[in-house]
């Protein structure tokens, strides 16, 4: 069976393109169209995966939206009846956007793909969230947990998997959710919602958890794990672009203005943000920034409080040791691994677009799953799942751009040029195979650097992703090392981190071995990398660990701030020359910064 | 005044209406619906406020609102 998932019209667009209950190809629709987050109908993303697959939209056999509009607009009018009449604008903007499009999927996905209305179905948001990661597991039977901002209604979903059903067992609904709290500290402490939340997870270290109890005022927390926000302290239900109200500005205080620079006395001034303030004046700046970070790993902490206990009350009430997360908050990789130290589930899945993207393959799987008949055979292994170029399609543009290049004359030629460049301190863009599915990049489409030279951190931050100076790196570890350098037990059964999905610590003796991907608070985000799933970044690593002791690379994705990751060659090729990296490799071309 | 006359006036109009409608759309709707708001959909609104003491939404765990155990399950937007 031929089934095409569509995500689109909140937040990330994506298309995944399901055979027989296996994902061939899936994209989120800003690595072509590159507007991030681009929300509206993927069809550069579903020309993408059909033409992977040779199919013809007329071939499918389906075609399954990843929630119900309607669902979506009755939450939406009991939400305005709810706050009449205090929120006249969200109505006006809401109505108008559903009556005007959001409502009319159905007829929209049937114009875009001359498909026939009958052969459209819709998915609950929720349950797509827990097919995606369910069905994508390696596990038979599992308990799986979703907690996002909000789908239709539910913003947490507690189920269980068995074979190809999935049972919701219990859920939370709107207003009450974690991903609007997360997303209101977000706006609170000078980052955009739904896209500055990873940079509170990175903030939160530079801080320590002061602000606990004042966090703990704006929700209340059951015996049972369930939650209640103080709607008081909100105003994401009054509003269509504030999320916190006047009273949480009184017990936080002002909020952190966005143009400030973020520094910590811990961190010091960086030299590229200026010249440093006169003592007095950093004294005072440095304490405002650090309230900032309080707060951040205040709110990082309340998180993962909930998050563990939704976790402990699922494993109660389930008895499973197997845990599937999905939802926005699945992305928060510091709470991920919060769960396997500090509750029974002791193995646990996340698919690397835990985000609404991933809504696409959840509809797509879990209409596959309630077909007669169905059966399992998939487990996602890696995200390889984008689009890969030819030799020919590279050199063609290369020689369009002008660009002098030369050719490895094998794959041991090209890896023995590329760990030579990183041992001698280069930043290379590394470009490879099909590009990956969700926001990480893990190994297809990265900046890769040496993590050994602490001042790398600095320089991948300030000089080629011109982005934030306080925000980590990755590393990309071999499998089989990664135990040696994180307090990972059993790193290699851990999926999650295929994905750089666990946050966990550097092991102590390790800090000073790879300073640049060892984070404030001594830990980080590492990639297990494995030969069978990405063979020639496996290589590489491999290489690079023979000649200097550390199997282990700095990774990260391959764009520049506020821009999608690379997709083309083109765009590989723009972002290495407006960028300060060394070398950009293109499967096996090499081109050097002029 | 004869039909094709009226009709002639009826399409200038019309036409008219779509320039000032293309350029001042969003305000129209906003304004049409912002007094929609505060008229129409207050008679529901106001019964229903008054019906409900505070949150009209629970605030602990309930039963999923849709079950997705047949192809059936999937077929409609709600």
């Avoid at chain 1, 590159?34 to 992977?52: G, T, Y």
């Avoid at chain 1, 969230?129 to 369910?134: I, K, T, V, Y």
């Avoid at chain 1, 940079?199 to 929700?219: E, F, I, N, Q, S």
């Avoid at chain 1, 080629?464 to 994180?486: D, G, H, Q, W």
């Amino acid at each position: 069976m031929k089934i095409l998932g569509l995500s689109f019209f909140y937040h990330d667009a994506a298309a995944c393109l399901v055979i027989d209950g296996v994902p061939v190809a899936m994209s989120e629709e800003e690595r072509f169209s590159r507007i991030k987050h681009d929300s509206e109908f993927p069809k550069l993303a579903v020309k993408f995966v059909l033409e992977q697959a040779g199919l013809k939209p007329e071939d499918l056999d389906v075609v399954v939206f990843y929630e119900k509009p309607f669902f979506k607009l009755d939450r939406i009018m009991r939400s305005a009846l709810t706050t009449f009449p205090l929120a006249p604008r969200v109505f006006v903007e809401s109505i108008k956007s559903l009556f005007t499009k959001k409502i009319w999927v159905r007829q929209i996905i049937s114009e875009e793909l001359g498909v026939p209305a009958e052969k459209i179905f819709f998915s609950g948001h929720h349950y797509s969230h827990m097919a995606s990661s369910f069905f994508c597991s390696p596990y038979e039977k599992a308990a799986i947990l979703t907690i996002d901002g909000v789908g239709e209604w539910a913003t947490t979903s507690l189920g269980v998997g068995d074979g190809t059903k999935i049972d919701v067992l219990k859920e939370i609904r709107y207003p009450h959710s974690l991903g609007l709290l997360y997303s209101a500290s977000t706006e609170f402490l000078g980052f955009e919602v739904n896209e500055g939340e990873y940079k509170v997870m990175g903030m939160a270290p530079y801080g320590t958890p002061k602000y606990v109890d004042r966090v703990r005022k704006l929700l209340r927390v059951n015996p049972d794990a369930s939650f209640e926000l103080n709607l008081e302290y909100f105003a994401y239900h009054l509003s269509h672009n504030r999320s916190c109200s006047k009273k949480f500005f009184e017990l936080f205080g002002p909020p952190r203005d966005r143009a400030s620079h973020f520094f910590t006395r811990t961190s010091g001034w960086p030299s590229y943000f200026g010249e440093k303030p006169g003592p007095g004046e950093y004294e005072k700046l440095a304490e405002q920034q650090e309230y900032y970070a309080d707060v951040a790993a205040s709110v990082q902490a309340v998180l993962e409080e909930c998050v563990v206990g939704l976790a402990n009350q699922l494993h109660k009430e389930t008895g499973l040791t197997r845990l599937c997360l999905a939802g926005g908050v699945a992305l928060n990789s510091v709470a991920n691994w919060k769960i396997v130290a500090q509750t029974p589930f002791k193995e646990i899945f996340v698919q690397p677009a835990a985000g609404d993207a991933g809504g696409a393959l959840g509809a797509a799987m879990a209409l596959e799953m309630v077909q007669p008949n169905a059966k399992r055979s998939y487990t996602m292994m890696h995200a390889s799942y984008g689009k890969a170029f030819t030799s020919a399609e590279i050199e063609e543009t290369l020689k369009a751009e002008g660009m002098a290049f030369t050719r490895a004359s094998s794959e041991t030629d090209l890896i023995e040029q590329v760990t030579t460049a990183l041992e001698g301190g280069k930043v290379i863009g590394w470009f490879h195979g099909r590009f990956e599915w969700g926001p990480r990049a893990l190994g297809n489409r990265s900046i890769l650097a040496d993590p050994r030279r602490t001042e790398m951190k600095d320089i991948v931050n300030t000089t080629i992703k011109f982005r934030e100076p306080y925000r980590p790196f990755a590393p990309s570890v071999l499998a089989e090392n990664a135990e040696e350098y994180f307090e990972m037990p059993n790193a290699m059964n851990h999926h999650p981190a295929r994905f750089m999905l666990f946050v966990a610590q550097v092991r102590a003796d390790k800090h000073s071995v790879i300073p640049a991907v060892t984070h404030v608070d001594g830990t980080a985000r590492p990639q297990l990398v494995f030969a069978e799933d990405t063979p020639r970044y496996y290589k590489l690593i491999k290489r690079f660990g023979e000649k200097t002791g550390v199997p282990v690379l700095l990774d990260t994705s391959f764009n520049l701030k506020g821009e999608p990751i690379v997709t083309s060659p083109k765009d590989a090729l723009n972002t290495f020359m407006k960028s300060g990296m060394d070398l950009l490799v293109l499967e096996d071309y090499l081109v050097w910064h002029p | 005044m004869p039909f094709s006359d009226l009709w002639t006036t009826f399409k200038a109009g019309y036409k008219r209406f779509e320039k000032i409608m293309h350029a001042f759309g969003n305000v129209v709707s906003a304004v049409f619906l912002m007094i929609f708001y505060y008229t129409v959909f207050a008679l529901f609104a106001i019964p229903f406020r008054l019906s409900r003491k505070k949150n009209a939404i629970p605030s602990s765990f309930e039963k999923p609102h849709a079950t997705f155990g047949t192809p059936e399950a999937f077929r409609e937007e709600f």
